[in-house]
């Protein structure tokens, strides 16, 4: 006959079964806040349909035949960064080449086009105009720096942000600049000078131009001066900035590398709200690397936790979050109430502009990094191939290349054998073709003329 456990074994027991508990509902915290987050969206709040935020007294989308030469003035083509190309321009694949122009080093960022002129950095810093017709060189500057941004353009002035070397990973106690050139002669009008330097794409809107900086700040110059800027205001983050800025409603808003969302007064540099990221156990806050894209009353941005958030633009609070692969570097395109988003994981996501859902995804070949445009219905992205595969998780390995789908089905439509990061800007004759290390200039098979110069190579 066996005896009644004693009363310290029944302690024993008791402990052991309370530790279990604690232990289990620990493990079950610590994958809740490692793993990924999704937060369900709705179209009745902070929504506002078919429509973009625009700035006071400024259009968001300047036309494509702006009276000053201004055809695609910026990074995201409008103040918003929207990278959606002007409903007037047309232009559909198949292609033909009319030239191409050999950078010989990474074309991460893509152009701007004025005044007949294409222009663009390369990574080593050799900063070029080109003939946009001809692609002949019009002028190049080689300063002595990186450059991992596109410029902006406007009232006859091109600006241009760089970075100190060493290209891979400069350090951040050195001094780097902004310059202003001369958008007709590449004649240098003026240096800005700060702490480590600048992979922002400027935003320039009127004589003001924004754009941050590894110091952790957000600068705004009055540029109405082509001779000397000066400084509006400096608003400091609490982090290294890689984002650029968007605009929308009066504010400008700008991510860093703390995780951290600000949307700061465009005229007055006062903060009006900051959001984050989710915060994991594992890995804290990560990246904003992405530009904001302002669009339907809402800042929508990817981040490097794989997550795509989307924030009210006026209150900052969090609408939605959807997770989508494992990091997220790329900018989003904002076009029929769809963000188009690329992510490491080798899928281009196209998700509900309301809710976050997924509307659909394409399989690309590798991971991809840059940003994707949507030109005349279709959704233009590249694949990078190789980003990605020193990371901590997952990234897709694979041939790079340029893809347009169908942006309402996300059926492939046409493939380009070149691209790595973000490729196409456009005007009405050409599109411009931003490959690894070449810039292409593509023209519809239908306008092209199979006889002229250059424009000898097969549709594809």
């Not at 006959?1 to 604690?22: D, E, G, I, Y």
């Not at 942000?161 to 007709?184: E, T």
């Not at 929308?248 to 005229?267: K, T």
Request: proline share 7%; with cysteine.
């Amino acid at each position: 006959m066996s005896r009644p456990p004693r009363p310290a074994f029944k302690l024993v027991l008791v402990v052991a079964l309370v530790c279990l508990l604690v232990a289990g509902g620990v493990v079950g915290w610590l994958w809740r806040a490692s793993g990924p987050h999704v937060v369900h969206g709705s179209s009745t709040v902070e929504f506002v349909p078919s429509t973009t935020t625009t700035p006071t007294r400024k259009p968001s989308r300047p036309p494509a035949n702006a009276a000053e030469g201004v055809v695609w003035p910026m990074y995201g083509y409008d103040v918003g960064r929207s990278h959606v190309a002007p409903a007037d321009l047309t232009e559909r694949p198949p292609y033909r080449t009319l030239w191409q122009f050999h950078a010989h080093n990474y074309i991460e960022f893509p152009p701007v086009l004025a005044y007949g002129n294409v222009y663009f950095g390369q990574e080593r810093g050799q900063f070029f105009a080109l003939n946009a017709r001809t692609g002949a060189v019009v002028w190049s500057k080689r300063p002595p720096n990186c450059a991992a941004a596109s410029p902006a353009v406007g009232s006859g002035v091109v600006y241009q942000a760089f970075l100190p070397r060493p290209c891979d990973y400069g350090p951040r106690n050195v001094r780097s600049f902004l310059a202003a050139w001369d958008a007709h002669t590449g004649k240098e009008l003026w240096r800005f000078w700060m702490t480590g330097g600048s992979e922002s794409s400027p935003l320039l809107i009127g004589h003001v131009l924004y754009f941050g900086s590894w110091d952790h700040s957000l600068y705004a110059l009055d540029v109405a001066n082509r001779s000397r800027p000066r400084v509006l205001w400096r608003y400091q983050t609490d982090g290294e900035i890689d984002s650029s800025p968007a605009y929308g409603d009066g504010a400008v808003y700008i991510g860093n590398n703390s995780g951290s969302l600000y949307a700061v007064d465009a005229r007055t540099g006062q903060l009006r709200w900051r959001a984050t990221s989710f915060s994991r156990f594992l890995s804290g806050r990560e990246y904003f690397y992405a530009t904001p894209t302002v669009a339907y009353g809402r800042v929508y941005i990817g981040n490097t936790d794989g997550t795509v958030y989307a924030f009210g633009a006026r209150s900052g609070h969090l609408l939605w979050a959807q997770q989508a692969g494992t990091y997220v570097y790329s900018s989003a395109a904002a076009w029929r109430e769809t963000i188009y988003v690329g992510s490491y994981d080798g899928y281009l996501y196209a998700l509900d502009a309301a809710t976050g859902d997924i509307r659909w995804r394409y399989a690309a070949p590798g991971s991809i990094h840059g940003s994707p445009t949507v030109l005349a219905g279709l959704v233009y992205f590249s694949s990078c191939g190789s980003c990605g595969h020193r990371g901590s998780r997952p990234a897709k390995l694979g041939p790079s290349g340029t893809f347009a789908l169908n942006a309402v089905t996300g059926e492939r439509v046409w493939s380009f054998p070149d691209g790595k990061y973000s490729p196409l800007i456009a005007d009405r004759q050409r599109i411009y073709l931003a490959g690894e290390g070449v810039l292409y200039a593509l023209a519809p098979c239908s306008t092209a003329r199979a006889g002229k110069a250059g424009a000898r190579a097969a549709c594809s």
